[in-house]
């Protein structure tokens, strides 16, 4: 028999032998060399060599005190402590990935580690529909695999089973009256292990003591994270990750990120700064309808919305306390003091001359249409150009319509004018000229024609023609 072979069995042997003192199928054990009990320090030795580490327990038995210690191992009670597992994986270390911690691999990593395809068969399906045999008898047969022929499946039987297990069980384990009780005294609790033996049951416990998992015990977790919980309800620790609002400072302190856009502030700074230029109008508080940015409380201070009359006094508008939009014209109630006099009314525009005849249009249609107009206090300028396409059917006599300002009433205020060019009028070859007035009381020029014969008499349709054209500027009181 190979020498792994021999291990095999006695780690199997020593697992059937423990089980068998658990049920009572073993009262006493005889020495390997033939009979007699051991004594407590041949006990404790016995038990001492038997000690076997675990993946999170680190045993050190001490002949001398004698003692037995356990420690926790850093780093080996992620799982069994802190971290739950998602459902279907399993606890290991994927093919490739090197030494380290134990993972929780998906299934698709497992196969690959116990090198079984997917849809494979490994739940014994075929074995646990057979019949149930209890208790085996010594005829009874398993199927083994023996490792000195490359793993071949070969037959045993039960009752070789029993004789293998008892000659190795024979080598090692002998009587354990008050063995449990010599075990018993000599179990010493460390800084993270509390061990209660009852000696009644018999039972040993061992209990993880509160505050000793140390940071070097715990789980592994990433850099710039904490331990904490996130999910609803209470359960295991999470590892909770910080979002872009928060970060570490380097020396193991939680801050507030830096603020950038419009509001800044340095990392872990109360001290915020509106960035220059970043408060746009919308983002300044609503302002009524007709008020001005500015300030007239006295001192420095903060911004107001100021009314027109405010406004007014803090530019120094002398005379100036309102103003309104009255027909396109700007004008001031109390007027702009210039010097000695006091201006309420300046307004320029443009208007359309219309060319009439006894005050009608009919027919008239025009190449040119144009007329602008100052207007400055009580005194208006307009200047017009008409140039005739057709002068249309209309008689009587002859008048531009359409002024921006109504003429002022009475005689005195009927004013006069000049016509800068004239061209394509039926009148005398000599002696003749056309002039024009502003009729008080009206919005229209007259038109005359003044001879040194007839003097001065209104213009009748007859004197124009079809291409007739003239350029005016007249001047009147409103």
């Known amino acids: 028999m190979t020498a792994q072979e021999i291990e095999l069995i006695r780690q199997l042997l020593e697992k059937v032998n423990r089980l068998e003192r658990r049920i009572g199928l073993v009262d006493t054990l005889e020495l390997a060399s033939g009979g007699g009990v051991y004594t ?8 001492g060599t038997i000690l076997t580490d675990t993946a999170t327990i680190d045993f050190t038995y001490t002949d001398a005190t004698p003692s037995i ?9 992620a799982n069994t402590m802190l ?69 071949a499946p070969k037959r045993t039987t039960w009752a070789n089973i029993k004789a293998t297990l008892k000659t190795y069980f024979d080598t090692l384990y002998v009587d354990l009256t008050n063995a449990q009780d010599a075990v018993g005294t000599i179990l010493t ?15 040993i416990t061992a209990d993880v003591k509160n505050d000793s998992v140390t940071f070097a015990k715990m789980q592994n977790i990433a850099t710039d994270s904490l331990i904490g919980r996130d999910t609803a309800s209470s359960g295991d620790p999470e590892n909770i990750l910080l979002n872009a609002t928060l970060e570490m400072d380097g020396s193991g302190n939680l801050r507030r990120a830096a603020l950038t856009g419009d509001v800044t502030a340095s990392a872990g700074s109360n001290a915020t ?5 970043a408060v746009t109008n919308a983002k300044a508080a ?5 008020t001005i940015k500015g300030r007239v409380t006295a001192s420095t201070g903060d911004p107001e919305d100021l009314t027109a009359t405010q406004a007014r006094a803090v530019i120094g ?16 109630t109390d007027g702009i003091s210039l010097g000695n006099e006091t201006l309420t009314v300046y307004d320029e525009g443009t208007w359309t001359p219309a060319l009439r005849f006894g005050a009608a249009t009919t027919g008239i249609t025009y190449t040119t249409q144009v007329g602008k107009y100052t207007r400055i206090g009580n005194r208006v300028w307009v200047h017009c150009q008409i140039v005739l396409s057709s002068k249309g059917s209309a008689t009587g006599t002859a008048d531009i319509s359409g002024l921006p300002f109504t003429v002022a009433s009475g005689l005195q205020f009927t004013s006069g004018g000049v016509v800068s060019f004239a061209a394509g009028f039926a009148l005398a070859t000599a002696g003749f000229s056309i002039t024009c007035v502003a009729i008080q009381a009206s919005t229209y020029l007259g038109m005359y024609v003044y001879s040194a014969t007839n003097g001065t008499t209104a213009m009748p349709a007859s004197n124009m023609l079809a291409t007739s054209e003239c350029i005016i500027t007249v001047t009147y009181f409103v």
């Open 40 to 47: 407590n320090e041949e006990a404790q030795d016995a038990v």
């Open 69 to 77: 210690t356990a420690d926790v191992k850093s780093d080996s009670i």
């Open 83 to 151: 971290a739950n597992m998602a459902a279907d994986t399993i606890k290991g270390r994927a093919n490739g990935a090197g030494t380290g911690d134990p993972t929780d691999l998906t299934a698709t990593q497992v196969r690959t580690i116990i090198n079984v395809a997917s849809g494979a068969d490994v739940t014994g399906t075929a074995i646990t529909a057979l019949a149930t045999k209890t208790p085996p008898v010594d005829a009874d047969a398993v199927v083994i695999t023996d490792s000195a022929a490359s793993d």
């Open 189 to 203: 609790d460390t800084a993270t292990i509390d061990f209660t033996y009852t000696d009644a049951t018999p039972s």
């Open 273 to 277: 700064t509106i960035a220059n230029d």
């Open 286 to 290: 609503n302002m009524a309808q007709n």
């Open 317 to 332: 508008a002398v005379g100036l306390t309102g103003a309104e939009n009255v027909a396109g014209v700007k004008t001031f």
